[in-house]
């Protein structure tokens, strides 16, 4: 019965900021992959960062320099900040887990959240 929780997208001008966060009611005892993609309309769903249960992240190419990922343990929060958004962030963005290990493959993850809509204008 995982349960995840998206919010913070939004429609903002290019060069603004965003942050999103994922709540979920996943145990923290428990080995567990949060990760972000995200899916422009008409495209394949994407991974945007991963952060293992080891504390350690990575970040996509196309959002490294701009973007940080976070971690609230009190809230059980996961949060992605993206800093200078672009046209091209323009997308649904959503919140994933599985139980293991991280990977950069959709087709993996097992629980999604219902995703958060972000519009990147001008």
């Known amino acids: 019965q995982v349960q995840l929780v998206e919010s913070g997208g939004g429609s903002v001008q290019a060069g603004e900021s965003l942050r999103l966060s994922c709540t979920s009611n996943?145990?923290?005892?428990?080995?567990?992959?949060m990760a972000w993609f995200r899916q422009p309309p008409g495209k394949e769903r994407e991974a945007v960062a991963l952060?293992?249960?080891?504390?350690?992240?990575s970040l996509a190419h196309f959002v490294q320099g701009r973007a940080t990922i976070s971690k609230d343990n009190v809230r059980n929060s996961l949060y992605l900040n993206i800093n200078s958004l672009k046209p091209e962030d323009t997308a649904m963005y959503y919140c994933?887990?599985?139980?293991?290990?991280?990977?950069?493959?959709?087709?993996?993850?097992?629980?999604w959240g219902q995703g958060t809509q972000v519009t990147v204008a001008s």
């Open positions: 996943i145990s923290r005892n428990r080995t567990v992959c």
């Open positions: 952060f293992p249960s080891d504390g350690s992240s």
């Open positions: 994933a887990a599985r139980f293991g290990w991280c990977s950069w493959y959709n087709h993996v993850y097992d629980y």
